[in-house]
C-alpha cells in the first residue's frame, strides 16, 4: 500500500571530496550506494513515487536507476546549476503532485523507526514542514541549529519550529539531517531564483514558518553523515568493531536550559574503576533492553529523573563493549534529583569541563559534543 506523499532525492552533488568525480549518490558504504539506500529508506515510507533531481553527471545516475528494478515509479528533474536544496525543490515542483519527503541520500539513519515515526508526527499534525534533527553536532557551516530553550515542546521527540535569529540558543542543541517532510502548500513559498544566486534552504524554511505552523522531530537514534572518504571510512572501521563486542553499556550527556551538563562525582573509592572522577549516568544494557530505554531506566535509578528526550550522539566500543553515548534535555533543579550513586552531583558549564577529572571514555564523548579542550 502506497501512501500521500512523494520522496525527492537531491542527486545532483558531485563527490569531489570522495576522491573522484563520480556522483555522490553512486559512492558504495558498506557495500551499497547512497543512493539505494536513499531508494529503501523512501520505499520503508510507501511514498507513491521518487523525484530524483539530478545535474552534473546526471547520465550515470540514470544508467544506474535504469539499469536495476525498484520496483518503485522513478521520475527526473534536471537541476542546472548547483543553487542548493531549495532550488533542487523549485525544479522538481511541477512533477510533485502532493505532499513530499526531501532525503539527501548522504546521510544514513541507525533507527529503522525514525523516519517512519517523523512521518506519522507529519500526518497527525499536518504542519508546513516537519525537519529531522539530531543531536549530533554538525560541520555543515550553512545548517541552523535549533534549541530546546527557544522551541515548545509539544511531546516525546517533537518540538515546534520557531526561527530565533538573534538567540545564542541554549538547551538541547539540535541540528537539520537532510530530511524534511513537506506539505505541498509549502511550495507556494518557493524563492523564484530568476538570477544565478543560491537562497539557502533555511531561508526557504523560514518563510514557510511565516506562513505555516512548522515543526521539528529529534532523531531516537543515530545519523550518519557522509562528506568524505574520510567519513566512509570511519563508518565501515566503526561497523567492524562494533561487530566485535561482547556487551553492550550507555552514558547520558543531559543539557539543562542553561546549557549545563549534569555531572556525577564517583566515590573516592580505591575498589571501583576511576575513583574521584567526574562521569556521566549511565550504565550496563539489560538482556532484552534497548538503549534508549537502557538510558532512561539508568538516569531514572542515578537521579530520580523521568526524561522523555533522548537522542543518540556516539557509538563507539570501549573494553570490548559497544557503548551508546545519548544527549537529552533535562529541566529539573538539582534540588529536585535523587542521587543513589557517587559522593555527588552538579551541573557543569562546558567551559569548565577541562578543570575536571573525568573518566577518560566519558571525557572523549564530552570532547565530541562540545569541542575539544586543550589538556
Known amino acids: 500500500m502506497t501512501s500521500d506523499v512523494i520522496g525527492l532525492i537531491p542527486a545532483a552533488g558531485l563527490g569531489t571530496r570522495m576522491g573522484g568525480d563520480l556522483p555522490k549518490a553512486l559512492v558504495f558504504v558498506d557495500g551499497q550506494t547512497l543512493l539505494e539506500r536513499a531508494i529503501t529508506s523512501l520505499k520503508q515510507l510507501e511514498v507513491s513515487k521518487i523525484v530524483m533531481v539530478i545535474g552534473k553527471g546526471a547520465d550515470r545516475v540514470r544508467e544506474?536507476?535504469?539499469?536495476?528494478?525498484?520496483?518503485?515509479?522513478?521520475?527526473?528533474?534536471y537541476q542546472e546549476r548547483p543553487l542548493g536544496l531549495a532550488n533542487a525543490i523549485a525544479v522538481a515542483q511541477d512533477l510533485i503532485t502532493t505532499d513530499f519527503v526531501v532525503l539527501c541520500p548522504d546521510n544514513i539513519f541507525s533507527d529503522p523507526d525514525d523516519l517512519p515515526a517523523a512521518q506519522q508526527f507529519f500526518r497527525s499534525h499536518r504542519p508546513g514542514f516537519l525537519m529531522v534533527t539530531t543531536v549530533t553536532p554538525t560541520r555543515e557551516r550553512d545548517r541552523a541549529r535549533y534549541f530546546?530553550?527557544?522551541?515548545?515542546?509539544?511531546?516525546?521527540?517533537?518540538?515546534?519550529?520557531r526561527h530565533e535569529p538573534n538567540a545564542a540558543g541554549a538547551g538541547l542543541g539540535m541540528n537539520s539531517t537532510g530530511c524534511t517532510f513537506f506539505s505541498r502548500a509549502a511550495l507556494e513559498w518557493l524563492p523564484a531564483f530568476t538570477g544565478?544566486?543560491?537562497?539557502?534552504?533555511h531561508t526557504y524554511l523560514t518563510q514557510v514558518a511565516k506562513n505555516r505552523d512548522c515543526l521539528l522531530y529529534m532523531l531516537r537514534g543515530m545519523r550518519y553523515d557522509f562528506s568524505s572518504v574520510a567519513d566512509v571510512e570511519a563508518f565501515r572501521e566503526l561497523q567492524q568493531q562494533l561487530a566485535a563486542t561482547n556487551g553492550q553499556g550507555v552514558s547520558a550527556?543531559?543539557?539543562?536550559?542553561?546549557?549545563?551538563?549534569?555531572?556525577?562525582?564517583?566515590?573516592?573509592n580505591p575498589r571501583i574503576r576511576y575513583p574521584n572522577h567526574w562521569a556521566l549516568f549511565g550504565g550496563s544494557i539489560e538482556d532484552g533492553e534497548s538503549s534508549q530505554a537502557a538510558a532512561r531506566r539508568e538516569i531514572?535509578?542515578?537521579?530520580?529523573?523521568?526524561?522523555?528526550?533522548?537522542?543518540?550522539?556516539?557509538?563507539?566500543?570501549?573494553?570490548?563493549k559497544r557503548e551508546f553515548a545519548f544527549v537529552g534535555e533535562i529541566t529539573a533543579s538539582l534540588n529536585e534529583l535523587s542521587l543513589t550513586e557517587g559522593?555527588?552531583?552538579?551541573?557543569?558549564?562546558?567551559?569548565?569541563?577541562?578543570?575536571?577529572?573525568?573518566?577518560?571514555?566519558?571525557?572523549?564523548?564530552?570532547?565530541?559534543?562540545?569541542?575539544?579542550?586543550?589538556e
Do not use: C
Not at 253 to 268: P, S
Not at 300 to 320: A, D, K, S
Not at 366 to 372: E, I, S, V
Open 300 to 320: 531514572l535509578e542515578e537521579t530520580g529523573y523521568n526524561i522523555e528526550n533522548l537522542g543518540l550522539f556516539r557509538e563507539f566500543v570501549q573494553n570490548g
Open 64 to 77: 544506474f536507476i535504469e539499469a536495476r528494478n525498484f520496483n518503485i515509479p522513478i521520475e527526473f528533474a
Open 196 to 201: 544565478s544566486e543560491e537562497v539557502s534552504f
Open 148 to 161: 530546546s530553550d527557544s522551541m515548545k515542546k509539544l511531546g516525546q521527540h517533537l518540538y515546534e519550529y
Open 253 to 268: 550527556i543531559l543539557v539543562n536550559q542553561d546549557g549545563e551538563v549534569l555531572m556525577q562525582h564517583r566515590d573516592n
Open 343 to 374: 559522593q555527588g552531583m552538579d551541573f557543569i558549564r562546558p567551559g569548565d569541563l577541562p578543570k575536571l577529572l573525568i573518566r577518560p571514555d566519558d571525557k572523549e564523548t564530552l570532547k565530541a559534543y562540545f569541542g575539544a579542550w586543550n
